[in-house]
């Protein structure tokens, strides 16, 4: 993967560095601090006023800060602990301040310190009654040896390429995990600018130096500065200031920034309720990263020039300041932002296009082949991504539960209850159960709750059908009967699942939905028609635990194996059987489960009891997967493959040569269906290391191809899927059925009407 990511801790709140990459390639870096938890008011934010010197060449920060009290009910008099990276040095303080060496006196420091980004030092300041502000001087090179989630590198914090501090590094005093407002005056090289969140107070030019200010009247969990050798671009957006900060001067790039910052900023005030701050800023950062912090996002240099990006992943980083960046998440009752974030965003954005049922049959996908039982946790559980398993959870069943609770709702009540929510919680933390508070009030149901059954146990329904018949009740009216079982261990789910009954000489099915509370229910739905299929959840409504037949083979069911073998080719040419045996170590060590790996020569045949891949064009076993390959129009021969079927990028379908391609693909085991086979290959093992790196991030597809060195993904697709399950073919009275397609189902409007120049 050529993306640098950080995985991070979790979330304390403002740290939404929500990674664009999400929508940009599949892939999910998520970064976030830990909340710094040492009281020093619980009832209102502390004030910094910070006096920042920048200077790039030595790679030194020199601040001052002051540090007003908060009013509250606790007297804030006393003996006080606060913690500084280790690598500035405490010059002046008013009280004194002291180095505090032995801190696990204080329970409470114990948190501050693991889940600090960097090292730190402990001090101890005592405030007298009169005393109503802590000053503190410090300068020095901060120390960053841990990766951090600013600019995803582990090297200097400073140099002349830039700056990108966050709460994490420590750069200011932090007393507690409580909210802070803050204005800054930071002085730095007439080159470069300085952005921060907030308003924009001062900005001008003295000399060799750029005075800029920056203030938050509003709270926020933690501080960031960044900046660098940056070309500004600025709009008004609807009395909003939209700016775009670009490392080399670009105005067509700037300006289609500017216009969708406007568009998005639009859009999510008309359905949230006012946007919460005074500007929006897209900042490129020098690193590669995705992240969002309030009111501004830092995108890397290739990331702002993926053409999809303005249509994909930005708007997740705008409506952040909706969800985690507006309304804090309080981490201790889960992490709800990022669900509630990627179902308003990017399956927004698909629900536009039409594409909603696919988005989240995807989405259930990735539940489907990465949590296994054992990995599964319940949604109050979830800190942040740290792996596929707890992505699919945080992520993808969060926004499928969100799907559910509007379908529930409707779409008038579902907005209402999430602007309600965010009236309520603007620049406060909140909990899963604060939501669910929102949903059961627009629900009628005060005191009851729409969210508790999915967020606070692990687990999935799954669903079968069976028994389907029809019955004469007239001319033209039948009864069609079923037998629809939730067939999960433990306890029924409370469903309202939608169901479609194809009619012969309609061109759209019939559509209703029927409550499902019960492990065994005897359906009957009266139709006017004779009836020829019955589609049980045909748009994937639910969030369940899919049938295997209901989805297309794909990388993610290797990817995500509890037990793999990897089998290398003996007869490939020694440098390419070192490759694979490098490539196949690099997955060994970062498999989630157990994976083995040998040569073709030492396997009598494959085994039965977890997913295999084989590697390399000269592998023994490569006949299997070509005998499995579930589109006809599909081929894979000595000289060369074909891979054809529904190819999601422009692309001719031409034949595909092995001299200058490499190829992996997905299929189901063919005496074992529940099992994946994967293949990969190439003639050049300079494309291996490229390929190792890539291919985890594209685990929804079940076919990709390669071009060069690099490689450069050429072509990407998802096989063909058969007949679902939960799809059965209604037999007449006579016992007849008839093979028909499904019928046409009702158009149904996106949750916000689609802007033709976004979703372009």
């Known amino acids: 993967m050529p993306f640098n990511v950080v995985t991070g801790r979790p979330r304390g709140g403002a740290a939404r560095r929500a990674a664009v990459l999400l929508a940009v390639l599949a892939f999910i870096p998520i970064s976030a601090r830990g909340r710094l938890s040492m009281p020093f008011n619980a009832q209102a934010p502390v004030k910094h006023a910070l006096t920042v010197v920048v200077e790039p060449e030595s790679g030194r920060l020199t601040v001052q800060d002051v540090i007003t009290r908060p009013d509250g009910e606790r007297p804030p008099h006393g003996v006080h602990h606060f ?5 500035l040095r405490l010059t002046a303080s008013t009280p004194d301040a002291a180095v505090w060496r032995d801190a696990a006196r204080v329970p409470a420091l114990a948190p501050l310190i693991e889940t600090a980004g960097a090292p730190v030092t402990a001090y101890t300041v005592t405030l007298a009654v009169t005393d109503r502000t802590i000053t503190l001087k410090y300068e020095g090179e901060l120390a960053r040896p841990r990766a951090t989630p600013a600019d995803g590198s582990s ?13 994490q590094d420590v750069w200011y005093p932090v007393f507690d995990h409580g909210l802070v407002t803050f204005s800054i005056a930071a002085r730095a090289p007439a080159s470069w600018e300085v952005i921060s969140q907030g308003r924009r107070t001062a900005h001008r030019r003295e000399a060799a130096q750029n005075l800029v200010g920056w203030e938050s009247p509003e709270p926020q969990d933690e501080i960031y500065l960044v900046g660098g050798p940056l070309t500004e671009y600025t709009r008004d957006a609807s009395g ?22 406007g568009r998005y900023l639009a859009l999510y005030s008309a359905l949230l309720g006012p946007y919460p701050y005074k500007k929006f800023a897209m900042v490129e950062n020098v690193q590669e990263t995705g992240y969002g912090m309030p009111s501004f996002t830092l995108l890397g240099s290739k990331v702002i020039r993926l053409p999809f990006i303005l249509t994909s992943s930005y708007p997740h980083e705008i409506l952040h300041n909706w969800w985690g960046n507006g309304v804090f998440v309080d981490v201790d009752g889960g992490n709800w932002s990022e669900g509630l974030t990627a179902y308003l965003a990017d399956h927004l954005m698909q629900e536009q296009r039409g594409l909603g049922a696919e988005y989240r049959r995807a989405a259930l996908q990735k539940y489907a082949d990465y949590v296994a039982e054992a990995k599964d946790f319940p949604l109050t559980q979830f800190r942040a991504r740290h792996s596929p398993a707890t992505e699919a959870v945080g992520y993808s069943k969060a926004l499928m539960v969100f799907h559910m609770v509007r379908r529930e709702l409707g779409d008038d009540a579902f907005l209402r209850a999430l602007r309600g929510f965010f009236e309520r919680f603007r620049f406060r933390r909140a909990t899963f159960a604060d939501l669910d508070r929102a949903f059961a009030a627009a629900a009628g149901r005060p005191g009851g709750s729409l969210l508790a059954p999915w967020i606070e146990k692990a687990g999935a329904p799954a669903l079968k059908v069976g028994g389907v018949k029809a019955f004469r009740q007239g001319a033209d009216r039948y009864l069609v009967t079923a037998l629809v079982e939730q067939t999960q261990p433990g306890a029924a789910y409370r469903l309202r699942v939608p169901v479609a009954v194809t009619l012969e000489g309609r061109e759209q099915a019939y559509q209703t939905t029927f409550r499902l509370d019960t492990k065994r229910l005897g359906l009957e739905l009266p139709v006017e028609g004779r009836p020829l299929l019955l589609d049980i959840d045909p748009e994937f409504d639910l969030f369940r635990r899919l049938d295997r037949a209901e989805l297309p083979p794909a990388l993610s069911g290797l990817f995500g194996a509890e037990r793999l073998l990897i089998v290398l080719p003996a007869g490939a040419p020694e440098p390419l059987r070192e490759g694979y045996r490098r490539l196949a170590d690099a997955w060994k060590a970062s498999q989630p489960g157990q994976t083995d790996v040998v ?47 529904r190819v999601l990028v422009p692309f001719n379908d031409t034949a595909l040569g092995r001299a200058t391609h490499s190829a992996a693909l997905a299929v189901r085991d063919p005496a074992h269906s529940d099992r994946a086979l994967g293949w990969l290959a190439a003639d050049r093992a300079a494309a291996l290391p490229g390929l190792g790196r890539k291919l985890p991030h594209y685990g929804k597809y079940g076919y990709l191809v390669f071009e060069g060195d690099e490689p450069i993904n050429v072509v990407k697709g998802e096989w063909p899927v058969g007949r679902s399950p939960l799809s059965a073919l209604v037999a007449s009275p006579e016992g007849e059925t008839r093979d028909v397609p499904r019928a046409r189902l009702a158009p149904r409007p996106a949750l916000a009407a689609t802007d033709a120049r976004i979703t372009r």
């Open 599 to 645: 040569f073709d020569e030492e396997v009598k045949a494959l085994p039965d009891d977890r997913a295999v891949w084989l590697f390399g064009w000269e592998n023994r076993f490569r006949p299997a997967v070509a005998a499995s390959l579930p589109d006809r129009s599909a081929s894979i021969t000595d000289t060369g493959a074909r891979l054809g079927g």
């Open 240 to 261: 909003v200031t939209a700016m775009a900060f670009l490392r080399t001067p670009d105005q067509a790039l700037a300006d289609a920034y500017l216009d969708a910052t």
């Open 83 to 87: 913690l500084l990276n280790a690598g």
């Open 155 to 167: 090297g200097p914090a400073i140099s002349t390429d830039g700056i990108a501090l966050s709460g």
